[in-house]
Nanobody
Framework: QVQLVESGGGLVQTGASLRLSCAVS?????????VGWFRQAPGKEREFAAV????????YYADSVKGRFTISRDNTMGTVYLEMNSLKPEDTAVYYC??????????????????WGQGTQVTVSS
């Protein structure tokens, strides 16, 4: 089993920065392959933001956040971070972290991920 707990959301103004944290704890036989961040705005589908490979640390980003968001991990602490800079009102959403096992599914797809956190709200005012 894997548990993920997000924190760090809040209300900020356009252009501000926030850092989200995702505390990851795993037990049993589940092997974490990647941890991703997704977001879901009201009335919209959950969309991919960024992902980091648990081993190796390769990262991938959605075009909408590339150059503004940075995903990183601290394997010692079991924490994945999402540093968000130059925030825009369209970044307003509930942000979720999720863990995936090795899978042929694309890491940009929500249904590839097996475990999800409860989400943290990010609101960017104009």
């Amino acid at each position: 089993q894997v548990q993920l707990v997000e924190s760090g959301g809040g209300l900020v103004q356009t252009g501000a920065s926030l850092r989200l944290s995702c505390a990851v704890s795993s037990g049993g036989t589940f092997s974490i392959y990647a941890v991703g961040w997704f977001r879901q705005a009201p009335g919209k589908e959950r969309e991919f933001a960024a992902v980091i490979m648990w081993s190796g640390g390769n990262t991938y980003y959605a075009d909408s956040v590339k150059g503004r968001f940075t995903i990183s991990r601290d394997n010692t602490m079991g924490t994945v971070y999402l540093e968000m800079n130059s925030l825009k009102p369209e970044d307003t959403a509930v942000y979720y972290c999720a863990a995936a096992r090795p899978s042929p599914g694309g890491l940009g797809k929500a249904n590839t991920y097996d475990y999800w956190g409860q989400g943290t709200q990010v609101t960017v005012s104009s």
